[in-house]
């Protein structure tokens, strides 16, 4: 038996004690293999593991586990996202089934964004289970090997088993303990949602610390660079449980015209330090949405440059 | 109850407009508590029906009935004398009224009047909201009382999620965020411990995707 529950580079590196690095990548809108691939190379070297978005915001995209394979042929890692909103519980167990075959060691687990955000809002959903039920069932098919009507799986799927946690949504007082119950049932890393309310996530990782969370499961704390005054006024106003606070956007206001982007990297890169100091933190999740090409830049200014081979 | 709203009066010209002698039949169950669909409603629509077509220079006659209720077929029965006299029924009943006359009168042509909304109730005058999704295995006694299925947009059994922004869901800020609602009440009441306890996959099977539903109780069965 493997010292490791799925032996993913991502599982690895973090077991071996590093400060792990990811990236995140979402699929074209139609089947350009060239741009994926031109996205994925930028992301080659600069990280661990690459979070492959299912259908983000409801928009419908190639799919995750298809673009996942495709950066595994690039020799990326990449970590299958798989939402609930467009999957029953046969559809969800055999695309896990499926991808574990084809060489994909990480999933994360979500709810998904609800289809009225996006360019389908007609559609049927289907949240069949909801992302803690997602979670434990991808532990019972490993773990017990066993499918969610408890019958045997023929060679069950081994995957490193993600999920997402929001420090900054309400009610604030339980989000800590809605993560203790996602680790509970069976998360192993947990990436949260892009950090700008630094004081609050002191606050949210020190109740994680004071819980033990932090030694059941590995906690990477999600970083979005801001690109302009306009996208933090944007998170700040239309993305739900996102919190930007005013001081930031005053900040980056302040860095003056053409220089904002850069103030936003700045900001970034003191995140990327703190971070690696702070308890129970075990890595940065850089979620540079449609800025791919920045990473290098990004993670050579933060200092996590070369990434470790475990 | 369930909760209906009137279908737009140009859809209903538009679906009897081959038709001149049209029969409105309201329900003085839950359409007449929502106000859409009761004695008064029955009169408004066809006096609207009237004057619309006599407008347009073609006359019709409407007939106005309204039963006990259109979900009994001995209520259904009622019309069965009257209802031949006419090219066609608009039911101003839930869905459950228009199919129950469709099918105890094959020959009859059937329109639906209103649109079915939800089970749910009034939460002040002129508001009505959500409550019950029809499951058919109740589970809000883990919920602090309130139906996460219903009333979740993501049905979720584990929230809140990630979306949930001062009390609202995501979707939209007219919707609360039942989970919100849920933490807020467990917590005060002491409960965090059932709150964090994991609630397993939910079974479908009696609820509409079990298929559709019937239900038989011997004891009752003449």
Redesign the interface.
Known sequence: MSEYKAGSNLEKVLKAGHFAFTGECGPPQGANIELLKEKAGHLKGCVDAVNVTDNQTAVVRMSSWAASLVLLQEGLEPNFQMV??DRN?LAIQSDILGVYTHGIRNMLCL????Q??GDHPESK?V???????LI??VKTMRDDGKF?NGKDIDVPPRLFIGA???PF???F??RV??L??KI??GADFVQT?CIYNMDRFREFMKRAVDMGLHEKCYLLAGVTPMKSVGMARYMAKQV??MEVPESLIKRLKGAGKGKVAEEGIKFAIEQIHEFEEMEGVAGVHLMAIEWEHRVPEIAERAGVLPRPQV | MIVAEPKPIKELLEMVQDFNKILVIGCKGCVTVCNVGGLKEVGILASTLKIARKKDGREIEVGEHVLERQCDPEYIDEVKDIIDDYDAVISLACGVGPQFLSERYPSARIFPGVNTKFMGGAVEHGVWSERCAGCGQCVIHYFGGLCPIARC???????????????KC???DDVD?IW?II??KM?AQGR?DE??K????KS?TTARDGGPRKMVREELVI
């Open positions: 609930c909103r519980r709810s998904g964004d609800h009225k955000f959903n949240f069949d289970i909801d992302s803690m039920q434990n069932t969610l997402a946690s929001n949504a309400e009610p007082d339980f303990y809605r203790a119950k509970e049932a949602q739900p449980g | 947009s993501k049905s979720l059994m584990n929230g809140p999620c990630g979306g949930s922004s001062h009390g995501e979707i939209s965020c919100d933490v807020r917590m965090l709150l964090v994991f609630r397993p996959p479908w």
